[in-house]
């Protein structure tokens, strides 16, 4: 079954910092993957997405998130991190699904930046 | 351009009595779905229509939920006898294909006391 792991429910890096999430899924296929920021008593907003081509793929914010079929993970990094990062953070995978793609969701990594 | 609108935001009702929840999609967006995140945890898929297409109900978690949508227009999910572990977000995504992206709303929290 389809399934999307990401390892840090909470993670908390001081502003001007690297940052790097982690994000492992399972699906059997070429998949779809995705990351999406949701801030508090927001709804989601999408920060990048792979689908094929260059494995190195660049979103909004300055972040960037590189797909690894080796070790079928999908981390999101930025090289340094704002305090208006602070949000948490979910990886999906599209799976298919009787001709259509349904999002599997990791259980979100909340991001905490201090100053 | 307007992005996925949901109404209402917030929604309080006590336990045992229907609500109904909104969603408007971004227009010429085909297929619509429904996610429900309760608290701390990640994002549930419970139903998917496209177009006319007969919708994908797998992920509706019990028979009291239910919804509809006419054509690539709006949709109303609706909790029928609610029970304080239906308390959550309710998120509705609008599909963009190609290239296959789902554009979020803000969501309807919904409280059952």
């Known amino acids: 079954a389809q399934s999307v792991t990401q390892p840090d429910i909470h993670i908390t890096v001081s502003e001007g910092a690297s940052l790097e999430l982690r994000c492992n899924y399972s699906y059997g296929a070429t998949p779809y993957l995705f990351w999406y920021v949701q801030s508090p008593g927001q709804g989601l907003q999408l920060l990048l997405k792979?689908?094929?081509?260059?494995?190195l793929v660049q979103g909004i914010k300055g972040f960037e998130a590189e797909f690894k079929r080796s070790q079928s993970s999908f981390n999101l990094r930025k090289p340094s991190v704002h305090w208006s990062d602070a949000a948490e953070y979910f990886c999906?995978?599209?799976?298919?699904?009787?001709?259509?793609?349904?999002?599997?969701f990791g259980a979100g990594t909340r991001l905490a930046v201090h100053p | 351009g307007a992005g996925v609108s949901q109404s209402p935001s917030n929604k309080v009702t006590e336990k045992g009595k229907d609500v109904e929840l909104r969603c408007d999609p971004i227009?010429?967006?085909?297929?619509l779905y429904w996610y429900r995140q309760r608290l701390g945890q990640g994002l549930e898929f419970l139903i998917y229509f496209q177009g006319n297409s007969a919708p994908d109900k797998s992920g509706l978690p019990s028979d009291r939920f239910s919804a509809e949508r006419t054509g690539e227009s709006v949709s109303t999910l609706t909790i029928q006898r609610t029970q304080q572990e239906d308390s959550a977000v309710y998120l509705c995504a609008s599909l963009e294909a190609p290239p296959d992206t789902q554009y979020f709303g803000p969501g309807t929290r919904l409280t059952v006391l």
């Open positions: 792979y689908f094929s081509g260059d494995t």
């Open positions: 999906a995978v599209a799976a298919r699904t009787g001709g259509y793609n349904k999002l599997i």
């Open positions: 227009s010429g967006h085909t297929a």
